[in-house]
């Protein structure tokens, strides 16, 4: 049993290695938890995970296993370094095998609860995910200083994507399907190779 329902409306999955890294901590994320709240009712109190938020001692590859079974959505940031990464994959593939079990991404049903961001590149992805729409924000895959960021022209137009991001995550994570403590994970040794397949264990 994981817990008896969503705890977080969004779980960022990316590298943790720098330029991702620096990129989401120091110009997304304080972007996407300033707006997001204004784009969802005034009775919702908005929730972001990532790894920032396990506590010190905690054991890594459970605590984001659970913080992922009880999130709304996933939001991954998409480079060639992301599908390199076991971990990365196995986050994108439990919210892929999420949405199989729930008959998304059909012909009867084409929404999901996967909102990618194309942070840099785009034509070195596995072509599976390139059916997925991204919202592509690699005109600022910017990684340096905030301050100096802050500062441009660049910034501003940035912050009104994002705005507009966090318009359209709302919309998601207010469609979310009720939750359920059988919702699958997939493990990073269940990733084969490079590519998004899986196999489907479920949440014990």
Not at 136 to 145: E, N, P, T
Request: glycine share 4%; net charge neutral.
């Amino acid at each position: 049993m994981i817990g008896t329902g969503y705890e977080y409306d969004v779980f960022i999955s990316y590298r943790r290695s720098d330029p991702t890294l620096g990129w989401v901590k120091q110009h997304f994320l304080p972007l996407l938890t300033e707006w997001l709240p204004n784009c969802l009712p005034v009775d919702h109190h908005t929730t972001v995970y990532g790894d920032w938020r396990m506590e010190t001692g905690s054991e890594w590859p459970l605590a984001l296993r659970n913080g992922l079974a009880r999130s709304r959505c996933l939001v991954p940031i998409f480079s060639p370094e992301y599908f390199r990464s076991r971990w990365c994959q196995a986050e994108l593939n439990t919210m892929l095998a999420r949405e199989k079990l729930l008959e998304m991404r059909s012909v009867t049903n084409p929404s999901g609860m996967i909102f990618p961001i194309r942070f840099f590149d785009g034509e070195h992805f596995p072509a599976t995910v390139n059916r997925i729409q991204q919202f592509d924000l690699r005109r600022w895959s910017y990684a340096g200083s905030a301050t100096a960021f802050r500062s441009t022209q660049a910034f501003l137009d940035f912050t009104q994507e994002v705005q507009r991001l966090c318009q359209e995550l709302a919309l998601m994570i207010l469609s979310a399907p009720e939750f359920r403590d059988d919702w699958p994970v997939v493990l990073p040794n269940d990733v084969i190779g490079e590519q998004p397949h899986f196999r489907l264990p479920r949440i014990s």
